[in-house]
């Protein structure tokens, strides 16, 4: 009984308080994506894997967006946008904004699974931003840019341009995270 209560408050499900008590804790989002994103950082999660991940996931997120947005969306997506350029030179805000600006596109999805899919993937992607923020020239400048593009594309309810505009987003990501890599490496040596 003992091992069984120690593995449901280790997965966040009960609190077990010294002299108060068991406590069913209530369900949320974090219930569910909190233990992947845990396994994630403990298994030592490859950088290049976060990113190709992303890749194969994000542009029919994006797709769907395009396809189901409202005007709260599009309102949300712009403002995440003029909150990444007022944050220019701010590497940790932008990378927080960053991912806030995905988030919100698969919000926009109206799948509800969209951001339980991507949630414990891209807490992962802050520090990775920082990293490529501060090593790869222009990555900002790309970042903004390449958000518009897929906000236009949203907010004009096109999805195949939605879809290829965020491969083509995460593709240059790509790029910048091997470029990030061979940067640090070469420090290394």
């Given at each position: 009984m003992r091992e069984a209560l120690q593995m449901l408050s280790a997965r966040g499900i009960i609190s077990i308080e010294k002299g108060r008590g068991i406590f069913v804790n209530g369900f949320s989002s974090e219930t569910v994506t909190h233990p992947m994103m845990t396994y994630l950082q403990f298994k030592g999660n490859d950088v290049l894997d976060v990113i190709k991940a992303r890749l194969i996931i994000e542009p029919s997120i994006a797709e769907y967006a395009a396809m189901h947005?409202?005007?709260e969306d599009i309102q949300i997506l712009m403002n995440d946008i003029d909150e990444m350029i007022r944050n220019q030179g701010h590497e940790k805000e932008h990378a927080?904004?960053?991912?806030q600006f995905h988030l919100h596109v698969a919000a926009a999805s109206k799948n509800h699974i969209m951001p339980l899919i991507l949630q414990p993937i891209h807490k992962?992607?802050?520090?990775?931003k920082q990293r490529i923020l501060s090593t790869v020239p222009n990555?900002?400048?790309?970042?903004v840019e390449w958000h518009s593009?897929?906000?236009e594309a949203i907010k004009n309810?096109?999805?195949?341009?939605?879809?290829q505009t965020m491969k083509k987003h995460l593709e240059i990501a790509l790029e910048h995270t091997q470029q990030m890599l061979k940067t640090e490496e070469d420090e290394e040596d």
């Amino acid at each position: 009984m003992r091992e069984a209560l120690q593995m449901l408050s280790a997965r966040g499900i009960i609190s077990i308080e010294k002299g108060r008590g068991i406590f069913v804790n209530g369900f949320s989002s974090e219930t569910v994506t909190h233990p992947m994103m845990t396994y994630l950082q403990f298994k030592g999660n490859d950088v290049l894997d976060v990113i190709k991940a992303r890749l194969i996931i994000e542009p029919s997120i994006a797709e769907y967006a395009a396809m189901h947005r409202d005007e709260e969306d599009i309102q949300i997506l712009m403002n995440d946008i003029d909150e990444m350029i007022r944050n220019q030179g701010h590497e940790k805000e932008h990378a927080n904004l960053d991912l806030q600006f995905h988030l919100h596109v698969a919000a926009a999805s109206k799948n509800h699974i969209m951001p339980l899919i991507l949630q414990p993937i891209h807490k992962l992607m802050p520090k990775i931003k920082q990293r490529i923020l501060s090593t790869v020239p222009n990555a900002f400048q790309s970042a903004v840019e390449w958000h518009s593009k897929i906000v236009e594309a949203i907010k004009n309810s096109d999805p195949e341009k939605a879809f290829q505009t965020m491969k083509k987003h995460l593709e240059i990501a790509l790029e910048h995270t091997q470029q990030m890599l061979k940067t640090e490496e070469d420090e290394e040596d």
